[in-house]
């Protein structure tokens, strides 16, 4: 660090690529945060006269009874998250509620919205809930889809339905566009189809017509914003353009490492004609299972998919070509439903290495996108070393914590007001877990902010020893009070 700071003091690193190198030691430094808990099956709401008190090392703390399936953090400020339950809830968290992040914090939420019950005029899920997400450029709003074959658009700031849309089929995962000026959201369902609803509408709009079982992925470019794929459980990648709804612009093939342009090259200099050329094979699949992820990187460059094939494939976003990263055999991936990872803002790594952070069921995996190697391995707590088909604390979802993220995939800016970054998972046993950049004397802390993780016999001893080591060496006692 000191010769980074040397090197842009005399001008030989600049404080852009000065930025980049102190994000992507912290990116790599991410590990649990312990201290960190969220208590949303206690009845408990954040503010109200029972939040108080609370043992964060108690382990029978968790954020949804049953299992939380998903969660989602807003990208503009990074303040709200949004989590749901296999039991149909759905929790609003403010991770702002505690200032010092390095501090022991036990989370409540804002609001708690439970599974529908008509009798009593309840407007939640009536199944589990399979995915929720913000709306792409109001925060005060997010999304939730459900088996229940609904989407609902919900308002944080009354934890009430706006709009609720009949999609008439199961609902694995949905997405909006960051960049489209029109609210469309794309549904991946359990028939073969890509629902598109409008949101400025009651109802889904229309269909991408697909074959080959059900969707359990779609993701929007962050380049264009008509442009759309979709991840089926025959193995295939689609690529769409939304004004198109027979047929999509292409498929991934992963017996493809030359791209499009190429074949462009070869169909001109062989005389043939590019018309003459096919553009797709008609048998092309990107894996040899069904593909249940699916994300871009946020500058739209690649397309990164991961299959029940246990294989993560990274693609050329402009040519369609596989890029031929291998991620070796320690990739886990045997649950059939959305897998959701993260590919951090390309602008916090320098030397355009980006980062893959992978739930590995048990454990977080960071690779480096490209190379595919691994840069480090966070366990979840409990993680068996045996392995296990559907462990109970198998991560179910990731979400990233940014700011600034308007038009953007993800918040462009590490973290929020009050945090420097992080990770949040959901697992299956209702757990909700907090990963943070470690950070080398953060804000330098003070003594009156205590020690992290310490009781008060651990802190009175820890002063003692400094009084002793300042007595010892100035010749007089010193009182740290």
Partial sequence: MHDRLFSREVGSLSPRDFAKTVTTDLLRSFGLAQHHRFDGASGRLFGDENDRGGDIHDTSILAHNGGANSLAIEKFDGRFMVSGGSDGSIRIWDLEAFPNPHRPALYRPVSAISRQRPALFMEGHI??????????????????????????????????????????SKVFAHASSPISSSPVVACATQDSNVRLVDLRTNSAARSLLAS?????????????????????????????????????????????????LHRFNHAMSSGLGWSYMPKVREAATAHADAVNGLTWTDDGNYIVTAGLDRRIRVWNAATGSNTLAGFGSTVRNSVIGPLHMVVPPSNLTAGCRELLFWPNEQEILVFDLHEGYVVSRMRVPGASTMFEASPKNRITCMAWRGSGGRRRMLGPEVGGATAPGGIYTSHADGHIRAWLPRIDNPDELKEEDGFIGDDEETKKRKRKVLDDAYRSLMGKQITFT
Wanted: glycine share 8%; net charge positive.
């Fill in 127 to 168: 199944s589990g809930v399979t995915h929720v997400d913000f709306h792409p450029s109001k925060k005060d709003f997010f999304l939730s889809s459900s088996f229940d074959k609904s989407l609902k658009l919900w308002s944080c700031s009354t934890s009430t339905v706006t709009t609720h849309y009949d999609i008439k």
């Fill in 212 to 260: 080959g079982g059900a969707v359990f992925s779609v993701a929007w470019s962050p380049r264009h914003e008509r442009v759309l794929a979709s991840g089926h459980s025959d193995g295939k990648v689609r690529v769409w353009d939304i004004r198109r709804a027979l047929n999509p612009l292409g498929m991934l093939d992963m017996e493809d490492s030359l791209g499009i």
